[in-house]
Structures are given as structure tokens and as C-alpha cells.
């Protein structure tokens, strides 16, 4: 876990994104200007801005297991009352919300549990966003298979994602891909953060920088093979 840390501390975010999935997400939800969110597996805080920029009179929880990005998170958004940050599990979540927003966690718990598990914290027409890895094509390489059998073996495609939806009585309001430009938000400072520790790193820390390059790698040159879903979705 040092080793990782030695990687990912600091980082501005902990999977692809960018401001203008959330924006398009919460306007698909209608989520109001004043709007209680649950920012579910906050990582360092990346998408706190983006939801306080389209809901400026709301409030955001944010959540996250690890220490380590409950701390920056904090740090982050010290002083802000519209934000608070918890060290708190995405199988126990708190309080009512008009929008729980999930960047690349749910497959934590599976998309069927989560949805289920948060149907109680949901208010009455509140909605759920999330972006979850899957598969744009029935033969994917086996470059990239390797990849994600590390990471997540249970990785469906789209359609699969939609049947995962639909389990825990949802309804798909919209789907889109994650823009080339979100999975850059995410490699780039890794990239440049590899690149510094490079030089004298011991073998734990060379190990968890060779399998960040790799991946990086991989996605660069099949990125049409697979990617992140972002789904809109409401109970049925």
C-alpha cells in the first residue's frame, strides 16, 4: 500500500473524468441548483467542483474508505460548508439524497448491489449517476483481457451494464462513453509522476509504476476495445 501511495499521493484524481460529465449527468437527472449529493468514493475530490459548479446552492457528501484520499479531499475543500468529507464505507450510506454520484467505484460492491443497497438513501425523484468500466466489443485483445482480469474480471459490455441496471429495478434515463479527454485527466499526471520516481524507486514502488505504465499503455492503444459508461439512472 506504500508503494502505491508513492504513486497516487496528491494526484488531482484517482480515475478519468472531467467537469463536463458531471454537467451532463446531472442535467439528465434534472438535479436542482439546490440539490443534497453524495459524492460516493470521492477518491482526492476531483468532481466536488463539478457538482457545486451546477447545483452552487447545494451540498455535497463525500465519501471515501481510504485515509488517504479522505485526507486530501478534506485539505481540499477545507472551509468550503458546502462540502463535508467522510471516511465512510459505500455499502453504509448516510442520510437522503437528490443525486449520488459515483466515479469508478461502484464495481466495489456490483452495479445490481450497489443500485439496490442506495435505493433507500435515494429521495422521491432523486437519481443515481456512475461511470463503470465495460466492454465496446465482443473480442477484445488479449493484451487488454489481461489487464482487467487483474482489475475487475467480472467486467461486462454495455449491454451487460444496462442488464445490471435493470436488476436492481432501474430505469436508464441516458448513457455515454467517456471522452478520450477524461482518461487523459486521469493519465497524464500519472505519466509525469511515474517519471519522477522513476529514478532510484525500490522494487515495490517499480512494481506498482510498471503495472500503472502498463495500463496507461494498453488503454492508449486499445482505447476502442473498452472504456467507462457513464449511466443516469432512477428507480423504475
Given amino acids: 500500500m506504500d508503494a502505491f501511495f508513492a504513486l497516487h499521493r496528491d494526484l ?53 474508505v481510504t485515509p488517504h484520499f479522505v485526507a486530501a479531499a478534506r485539505a481540499r475543500w477545507a472551509g468550503d460548508a458546502r462540502v463535508t468529507v467522510l471516511k465512510a464505507d459505500m455499502k453504509a450510506i448516510a442520510n437522503t439524497y437528490d443525486l449520488i454520484w459515483c466515479a469508478g ?19 422521491p425523484g432523486g437519481a443515481i449517476a456512475f461511470t463503470e468500466a465495460c466492454w465496446f466489443t465482443d473480442t477484445p485483445s488479449e493484451r487488454a483481457r489481461a489487464n482487467w482480469a487483474r482489475e475487475y474480471p467480472t467486467m461486462t459490455d454495455e449491454a451487460g451494464v444496462a442488464a445490471r441496471i435493470a436488476a436492481a429495478g432501474y430505469e436508464v434515463l441516458e448513457t455515454r462513453r467517456l471522452s478520450d479527454q477524461a482518461w487523459e ?49 432512477r428507480p423504475a
Avoid at 452495479?111 to 443497497?117: F, I, K, Q, W
Fill in 12 to 64: 488531482p484524481r484517482e480515475g478519468p473524468g472531467e467537469a463536463a460529465d458531471v454537467a451532463w449527468a446531472v442535467a439528465i437527472a434534472g438535479t436542482g441548483s439546490s440539490a443534497e449529493m453524495a459524492d460516493v468514493g470521492c477518491g482526492p475530490g476531483a468532481d466536488i467542483a463539478a457538482l457545486l459548479e451546477v447545483a452552487p446552492e447545494g451540498h455535497v457528501t463525500a465519501l471515501d
Fill in 105 to 123: 467505484a461502484v464495481y466495489f460492491m456490483g452495479v445490481t448491489e450497489a443500485l439496490s443497497a442506495w435505493r433507500k438513501v435515494l429521495r
Fill in 185 to 233: 485527466n486521469y493519465f497524464t499526471p500519472i505519466d509525469a509522476r511515474i517519471s519522477d520516481l522513476r529514478p532510484g524507486a525500490d522494487a515495490d514502488v517499480a512494481a506498482v509504476l510498471d503495472q500503472a505504465e502498463e495500463e496507461a499503455a494498453c488503454w492508449r492503444a486499445h482505447r476502442d476495445e473498452y472504456g467507462y459508461l457513464l449511466s443516469v439512472v
